[in-house]
């Protein structure tokens, strides 16, 4: 299809691991991205992968790429509640095509 | 941080009337745009630039109508509001081809259409 999809919404409680997932379209995609939106403001790019990565880490993010599957996630270590936000998974096919987002929640 | 500026933050505003709400960049980005975002999260291209006098609808259709007069500057500018047009607007810009393409987004404006 022609929609970048991920689940709508996941919980966890503060210090688990969260695990964010995303299916997308076009395998011609040179990178791809991960964006953030907190409460009441813009999103803001949280990390993006290279297409010839399988694997990408940064601090407590890890970023996952199976180009076969057209299959990328997000990994938080040691989730906070200040994680608590909408996570948009995007690929650049046309401008920009965002997924729907996932509303992270994370409890005390 | 990005440098990209929108205006108002908020509005309510009732029926009928005409509101521009304002982007600016400092990045000196040829691509601008703007999202139409639902309660429930999802964003929608409704308008977008590729430079000064280019502007193109977007995936959306939308009863607003954009401007690009000024590299820096993309407004949006609705003639008679209604209470559908009650949403949230983001603003967008990027490089046109270097680097990684990433998008830079403003706060956003949230309209209240009475």
């Known amino acids: 299809g022609e929609d970048v999809e991920q689940s709508l919404f996941l919980s966890v409680r503060e210090g688990d691991s969260s695990v964010i997932n995303c299916t997308y379209t076009?395998?011609?995609?040179?990178?791809l991205y991960w964006y953030k939106q907190e409460p009441g403001a813009g999103l803001q790019l949280l990390t993006y992968?290279?297409?010839?990565?399988d694997m990408k880490q940064d601090q407590r993010l890890t970023v996952l790429l199976n180009k076969k599957d057209k299959h990328l996630s997000l990994r938080i270590a040691d989730t906070q509640t200040g994680d608590s936000a909408i996570y948009f998974c995007a690929e650049p096919a046309g401008d920009m095509r965002f997924g729907a987002g996932t509303r992270l929640t994370v409890k005390p | 941080e990005a440098d990209i500026y929108q205006t108002p933050r908020y509005l309510v505003i009732g029926t009928g009337k005409k509101i521009t709400l304002e982007c600016s960049q400092t990045m000196g980005h040829d691509k601008m745009y703007w999202y139409q975002q639902d309660p429930g999260m999802e964003l929608h291209l409704i308008h977008y630039?590729?430079?000064?006098?280019?502007?193109e609808k977007g995936d959306l259709s939308s009863e607003s109508t954009v401007s690009r007069i000024r590299t820096e500057h993309f407004p949006l500018t609705l003639e008679s509001a209604r209470p559908s047009h009650t949403s949230q607007y983001l603003c967008a810009s990027r490089e046109q081809g270097s680097g990684t393409g990433e998008l830079f987004f403003g706060e956003g404006s949230r309209l209240t259409v009475l």
């Open positions: 630039s590729y430079g000064v006098n280019s502007t």
């Open positions: 076009d395998s011609s995609s040179t990178y």
């Open positions: 992968i290279f297409s010839n990565m």
